[in-house]
């Protein structure tokens, strides 16, 4: 088969489930990772001929887009922040707004007077998308990572070297943690948030793919998580430290009230780029 009817091929395949521009990205993700291929040597050469082998893994990949597999576990990997990742269905893919929540901790963490010997706390790292993204942009920091899946860990130690960074990995149940290793400057968390009753908004490629223990939370006790690390800032973070979470975007009220009664001050909402309220900072006096 020549690479313009694959092309054809996968986009009439997949019409009924994704948009063309989506089907269009699938296509230049496999054709790259499969035969080496970028969009220019599509237009140069749309007559490519696929081996044999080759089309079978093309199909195979095709096969699994059918099912409504994300692309980024077919080709195990993914781009965040400008830097790669594996992934696989122990963690969560990372997501556009999670770069939001970086890129803040990062502008904020260049205030602090130390930052040449700031010392981050991260909780629930998953892929490491969140560690590995801020030691890149502050290589000076001391960086610590919790995650309660050993599988998760496994692969955010891979992506620590792939991205040739240094980060202190701990397995560790943050629901059951009662104190932690040392103070921090900074902590910050992207925890599970989704309420159950949540789910019907969620996309079939996520519900049936990720991992439901880094997504969803109770519809009695959504907060469960914000409300375990806030109690745990309060002792462990340094003065003036600062506290970041990524946020439901229908519960930021409540999560910041959760910090206002926790005696949080300088609290701040902020807004994705697509206008949801997906992030909050506070610190401790």
Known sequence: MILKNFKELLKCSLESI???????????LLIDEYLDLQRIDFTLNPD????????????NALEKLKNEEP???????????????????NTLIPRPETEELVE???FEATKFSSK????????GTGTG????????????????????SPHALKIAKKNAELN??????????????????????????????VRELEKKEIQNNVLQNEPHLALFVSNENPLIFYEKIADLATQHLS???????????????????????????????KKDLFKNYRMIKSSRS
């Open 104 to 106: 803040w901790v990062i």
């Open 129 to 148: 998308c969140i560690p590995i993204s801020i030691a890149k942009k502050l290589p000076n920091a001391s960086i610590t990572s919790i995650d309660v």
């Open 239 to 269: 003065k003036n430290g600062l506290l970041f979470f990524e946020i439901n975007q229908y519960l930021g009220k409540e999560t910041q009230h959760l910090l206002e009664k926790k005696q949080f001050i300088n609290i701040e909402l």
């Open 164 to 193: 040739n960074v240094k980060i202190n990995f701990i397995e560790a149940d943050i629901l059951k943690t009662v104190t932690l290793p040392e103070k921090f400057d900074i902590i910050v968390s992207n925890p599970p948030y």
């Open 71 to 89: 692309i980024q576990y077919i080709i195990g990997k993914t781009e965040f922040y400008g830097y790669p990742f594996l992934v696989d269905n």
């Open 116 to 123: 040449n010997s700031l010392k981050i706390l991260d909780i």
């Open 48 to 59: 490519f001929l696929i081996t044999k082998s080759k089309l079978q893994i093309l199909n």
């Open 18 to 28: 994704y948009p063309e521009t989506e089907t269009d990205s699938f296509f230049f």
